[in-house]
């Protein structure tokens, strides 16, 4: 082969240098979405019977008072985990799985399966997004991702407080982080959730609020906007965290 003179030689190595950057950013692209929503960590996954509160029923009275909590916890979200085992038995879901394996798939189940997967999920969820020792805000790498994404701390809480707001009838507002490791708020009607392949804005949920009216009727009357506003007051925000570092 003749010798390369030095303009061959250049483009040859430029066009060496552009195969190994264009295989290497695939290579990660394909790492990065192996490690997205399909994956997620073992402590993080849901099973499908109820776990015990992790506090008292008036634990969180700053917001939410205790007979809505008794309510909340011992008779809706422990209904919708009674019809989740019976969907799950009656399609043949093995219920020794994740939850998340089966909502990722939930187009292929019943709406039975899909309101109550996503009702116990959900709940389960809430339940640790929420504190009796909360912080005023995130720190650390959550909060330096939510001051980049947003602009600032406070229009995160506006712009998360409105997706609560305006959700038309039952829903949640949710933060979440999607298959390109980017923050976003979204609302879901329903049970439904971010992990769900019917979901609009698809991803790893990190911070969830539930607007039904369950949630705050008996305080708050229909003054969802108060009930939001309460909230903050007791979300935990180095739950959220955590979850957050386990995903990027
Ligand atoms: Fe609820």
Not at 188 to 212: I, R, S, Y
Request: hydrophobic letters at 35%.
């Amino acid at each position: 082969m003749a010798p390369l003179t030095p303009r061959r030689e250049f483009l040859t190595s430029s066009v060496k240098a552009g195969l190994g950057l264009y295989i290497g950013s695939t290579f990660l692209s394909s790492c990065a979405s192996s490690r997205g929503i399909a994956n997620v960590p073992a402590q993080y996954t849901t099973g499908f019977n109820q776990q015990p509160l992790p506090y008292a029923y008036n634990a969180l009275e700053e917001a939410i008072d205790a007979k809505t909590m008794e309510l909340h916890y011992s008779k809706h979200a422990a209904s919708y985990a009674t019809n989740l085992n019976e969907a799950a038995k009656a399609e043949g879901v093995d219920a020794s799985k994740p939850l998340e394996d089966v909502l990722r798939n939930v187009s292929k189940y019943s709406t039975k399966l899909r309101n109550n997967g996503g009702g116990h999920y959900n709940h389960e969820f809430f339940w640790k997004c929420m504190t009796p020792k909360a912080s005023s805000g995130p720190a650390g790498s959550l909060a330096n991702a939510i001051n980049s994404s947003f602009g600032s701390f406070e229009t995160f809480k506006t712009q998360f407080s409105d997706a609560g707001k305006n959700r038309f009838g039952s829903g949640w507002a949710w933060l979440l982080l999607d298959n390109d490791k980017r923050l976003r708020i979204a609302s879901t009607p329903n049970q439904d959730n971010p992990l769900m392949d019917v979901a609009e804005a698809k991803g790893f949920p990190l911070l969830g609020l539930d607007v039904w009216e369950h949630a705050y009727y008996l305080r708050y009357q229909n003054k969802r906007p108060d009930y939001i506003a309460n909230w903050w007051k007791v979300v935990n925000w180095d739950y959220v965290a955590q979850r957050y570092q386990s995903m990027i």
